[in-house]
């Protein structure tokens, strides 16, 4: 997982020095989304990488009865990770990542209900790792790092650390 979850500072890395436009502008979260997106396919070639991506092959992705993680969709049931690192056609799922402003004001636990069922493994698309990163407009804000359908701290710390060494993230 450390692999991976370095690939993706790298993309972190290339996203802070490259896009300060939209970061200074304070644009929306889509364009965070989008612009973060290509800094990662770039480090992870041989996946794709999609934006607010609902499928696992041809099948919508959706939640189990009674979830309590609200969606998009007219039915109220598929799932739209914001950013999803996988194979389209196997289908196999490895990152989802949710995207948060840290002028965002809404509660987090969308975001953290969303990725605690993203990587269920007991669900049919489950995501080997997810991550919840909170993007200021100079570092990331108390990154989340999630398995096996739950926080990660070890992990969470891991990632954290290595943001704050590289300056991504404050001390």
């Known amino acids: 997982m450390h692999s991976e979850l370095n690939r993706l500072i790298s993309a972190l890395q290339e996203f802070y020095a490259r896009e300060r436009f939209i970061l200074d502008r304070d644009l929306g979260e ?17 996946w794709d990488v999609d934006c ?5 092959g041809d099948r919508a992705m959706l939640l189990p009865r009674g979830s309590i993680v609200s969606t998009d969709d007219e039915l109220g049931k598929s799932i ?3 950013i999803v690192v996988h194979k389209r056609a196997v289908p196999d799922n490895l990152l989802a990542i949710e995207v ?5 004001h809404q509660p987090l636990a969308h975001d953290r209900h969303k990725l605690m069922a993203l990587t269920d493994p007991h ?3 489950a995501y080997w790792i997810g991550v919840l ?4 407009r100079r570092s990331v804000i108390t990154p989340e790092v999630y398995v096996g359908a739950r926080i990660d701290p070890p992990l969470s710390a891991w990632f954290a650390g290595r943001l704050q060494q590289l300056g991504l993230a404050a001390g």
Do not use: C, M, Q
Not at 30 to 38: I, K, Q
Not at 52 to 56: H, Q
């Open 80 to 82: 739209y990770p914001d």
């Open 133 to 136: 990163v909170i993007l200021d």
């Open 52 to 56: 607010d991506y609902n499928r696992l």
């Open 123 to 125: 669900l049919w698309f």
């Open 100 to 104: 948060r402003k840290a002028s965002n």
């Open 30 to 46: 889509r364009a965070l989304t989008h612009r973060l997106s290509v800094h990662l396919e770039r480090n992870f070639l041989g």
